[in-house]
């Protein structure tokens, strides 16, 4: 399976952007690249996924390189509640297990 | 809104119960699964189902089984519980298709085993 590699941790304040990052280097052609994030003492939330362009939804947008070896999930504007653990999962097939990493805890100070 | 439940938020058994945790989804999705959440190690699968009746091994089935009797329920089952099985056990569920579907996940059963 093809490996995502993210930073331990990020620190942001509060109606500031946020942009985190994730390498996928040996990521396949059929991979898509998925966001998740875990808030505390919740169960994983689905964020945003693409596969070659760039998305945007309610929650976020989602920059993907156009080699795809890496992307970045964009917060617009931070709250208090995007504290949380963000995930960059690869996945090519609709419906199956998703592999999590350790992912990007993210601070956010008022 | 997609509704994932887990039957207990905390529960705390002995070592040697058996111990089922349930999970049950309103969407009508045809797959579900099962991680377990430990710090350090992120999370890991047990086992998932695509179907009534059917399931698979995931990464860390050791120690647990599964049932799937109707399309809706998901149970996990530890058949003589350890201390080592002490953990987050998340249930998550999604549609199965040629396009991507996200999964959705309960909010988990905080699991003690003394």
């Known amino acids: 399976d093809a490996k995502t590699t993210q930073p331990n941790s990020m620190e942001s304040n509060e109606e500031e952007p946020v942009h985190l990052p994730c390498n996928h280097s040996?990521?396949?052609?059929?991979?898509?690249i998925h966001w998740y994030r875990q808030l505390p003492s919740q169960g994983p939330e689905y964020v945003i996924h693409?596969?070659?362009s760039n998305v945007n939804n309610r929650m976020a947008s989602l920059a993907i390189a156009e080699d795809r070896k890496s992307s970045t999930l964009i917060l617009h504007r931070a709250t208090l509640r995007d504290a949380a653990v963000y995930y960059c999962?690869?996945?090519?097939?609709?419906?199956?297990?998703?592999?999590f990493g350790k992912g990007t805890t993210l601070s956010v100070s008022s | 809104d997609v509704k994932v439940t887990q039957s207990s938020r905390y529960l705390v058994k002995r070592t040697g119960e058996k111990v089922f945790l349930e999970c049950v989804q309103d969407?009508?999705?045809?797959?579900m699964f099962w991680y377990r959440q430990d710090p350090g190690l992120g999370l890991r699968l047990i086992y998932f189902?695509?179907?009534?009746?059917?399931?698979e091994k995931g990464d860390i089935p050791e120690g647990y089984s599964v049932s799937r009797e109707k399309k809706e329920r998901f149970s996990l089952i530890l058949e003589s519980a350890s201390t080592n099985q002490t953990s987050m056990y998340l249930c998550?569920?999604?549609?199965?298709?040629?396009?991507?579907?996200?999964?959705?996940f309960g909010p988990g059963t905080r699991l003690t085993v003394t």
């Open positions: 040996t990521i396949s052609g059929t991979d898509y």
């Open positions: 998550a569920s999604s549609f199965t298709s040629g396009t991507y579907y996200e999964q959705y």
């Open positions: 189902s695509y179907d009534v009746k059917m399931k």
């Open positions: 693409g596969l070659t």
């Open positions: 969407m009508d999705h045809e797959n």
């Open positions: 999962i690869l996945n090519y097939q609709a419906g199956t297990a998703l592999i």
